[in-house]
């Protein structure tokens, strides 16, 4: 295992459709989180997950936005009705347990047309 | 205030110059200060990770932590062009699950 892994690394939507991501975080880290960065800026929080359980979701994530971790493993990371403003790079980190180290995968990056 | 301020630059210095790059904070429940290094359209890549006050040294890295002033400092000594990149400053807190991030500042090393 080399790292945190991201697919697709880039997608290109039109508006209105749903897109899903994946992240497989390092093999013995239960931390996972999710974060969306666009040109410019650090990562912005989405969301994030010890284990299986979903600890905190972002209050400026809308609903369109849903993250799941089955079994603490991977998680995969929806957006339905796709917008413009949703065009980004979509991050995914893990960590060993809280606080130490996060790792952060190449990234998946959104364009919505 | 942002929970975490980064002045985003952009730097420019020539190759062999010492770098300073700091971030400022207001949550004094932060005990954990990490600086990324981030390529174009590349995902952040973990450069230093220091708990609480003091400082740290990997290479031609040094991380500082200044508690009481709420200021974190990372240090590149001789630096070379493949340093230029967007370097991020992060922390968190035992009591708050997420990192939060400055917003990065652009160096640019030339030869």
Request: glycine share 8%; with cysteine.
């Amino acid at each position: 295992d080399t790292g945190v892994s991201q697919n697709p690394r880039h997608k290109i939507t039109k508006r209105g459709q749903n897109v899903t991501f994946r992240c497989d975080p390092i093999s013995e880290h239960n931390r996972l989180y999710w974060y969306r960065q666009t040109l410019g800026q650090g990562p912005e929080f989405l969301t994030y997950f010890q284990n299986e359980a979903q600890l905190e979701k972002s209050r400026l994530l809308s609903d369109r936005f849903s993250a799941e971790r089955p079994k603490g493993s991977f998680s995969t990371l929806e957006i339905q009705r796709t917008e413009q403003g949703d065009s980004a790079m979509y991050l995914c980190a893990s960590s060993s347990r809280e606080n130490t180290e996060a790792f952060f995968g190449q990234g998946t990056r959104l364009t919505v047309v | 205030q942002k929970e975490v301020e980064q002045d985003p630059g952009p730097l420019s210095v020539p190759e062999g110059a010492i770098v300073s790059l700091n971030c400022t904070y207001s949550n004094s429940a932060f005990q954990y200060f990490m600086w990324y290094r981030q390529y174009s359209r590349k995902g952040p890549e973990l450069l230093m990770y220091t708990y609480s006050s003091g400082n740290k040294e990997d290479g031609r890295f040094t991380a500082q932590v200044d508690k009481s002033s709420k200021y974190i400092s990372l240090f590149i000594r001789d630096s070379q062009p493949s340093d230029s990149a967007t370097y991020l400053c992060a922390m968190a807190a035992p009591t708050l699950g997420r990192l939060y991030f400055g917003r990065g500042t652009q160096l640019t090393v030339w030869p």
